[in-house]
T-cell receptor, first 110, second 114 residues
Framework: QQPVQSPQAVILREGEDAVINCSSSKALYSVHWYRQKHGEAPVFLMILLKGGEQKGHDKISASFNEKKQQSSLYLTASQLSYSGTYFCGSSDTGRRALTFGSGTRLQVQP | EAQVTQNPRYLITVTGKKLTVTCSQNMNHEYMSWYRQDPGLGLRQIYYSMNVEVTDKGDVPEGYKVSRKEKRNFPLILESPSPNQTSLYFC?????????????FGSGTQLSVL
């Protein structure tokens, strides 16, 4: 079953912050985050494993709350280059594939 | 350069005409997978392979076939394409297929079935 992402779309001005949520009805082993620019392949951002860790690079970070079966992606001081569709992918075991959410379209305006 | 290569990039065909979309990776990855992407539905897995000669169904396998005769190649076969298979297709790979490894995606194949 696909994880549920929210919001479906968000429009920001440069410099504003955004949070994208990803929740699952199943217990999660790991959560992946990818960003896709229009017409391009998804690009890996980060993986979070169960243990409640928080990861980040640059101004993009994420948290994983396995108890709540959810992850959140935080984009701070957004830049134009952050525009795209963000997907979370979740797995309920250490093996096998990810199931992806339907995506969150983020548009950063000048 | 490490990459996943898909061909063709664009394909227009007619209902019932068999087609193959190729996927090749040069990273010696064991795990390979096919996804389709449709508006509002995100990425849905069609088939995956944990290694040579090992394939399994994903969430939307109907109407598709795959084979994994060599480690580097994982073609997607549509034996009798139908209009509802019009979609953007991505091939992806990772080292072992465990969920703590990132996926490398190909650049996609936009398929239109008329």
């Amino acid at each position: 079953q696909q994880p549920v992402q929210s919001p479906q779309a968000v429009i920001l001005r440069e410099g504003e912050d955004a949070v994208i949520n990803c929740s699952s009805s199943k217990a999660l082993y790991s959560v992946h985050w990818y960003r896709q620019k229009h017409g391009e392949a998804p690009v890996f951002l980060m993986i979070l494993l169960k243990g409640g860790e928080q990861k980040g690079h640059d101004k993009i970070s994420a948290s994983f709350n396995e108890k709540k079966q959810q992850s959140s992606l935080y984009l701070t001081a957004s830049q134009l280059s952050y525009s795209g569709t963000y997907f979370c992918g979740s797995s309920d075991t250490g093996r096998r594939a990810l199931t992806f959410g339907s995506g969150t379209r983020l548009q950063v305006q000048p | 350069e490490a990459q996943v290569t898909q061909n063709p990039r664009y394909l227009i065909t007619v209902t019932g005409k068999k087609l193959t979309v190729t996927c090749s990776q040069n990273m010696n990855h064991e795990y390979m997978s096919w996804y389709r992407q449709d508006p509002g539905l995100g990425l849905r897995q069609i088939y995956y392979s944990m290694n040579v000669e090992v394939t399994d169904k994903g969430d939307v396998p109907e109407g598709y076939k795959v084979s994994r005769k060599e480690k580097r190649n994982f073609p997607l076969i549509l034996e009798s394409p139908s209009p509802n298979q019009t979609s953007l297709y991505f091939c992806a790979s990772s080292s072992k297929g465990t969920s703590n490894e990132k996926l490398f995606f190909g650049s996609g194949t936009q398929l239109s079935v008329l």
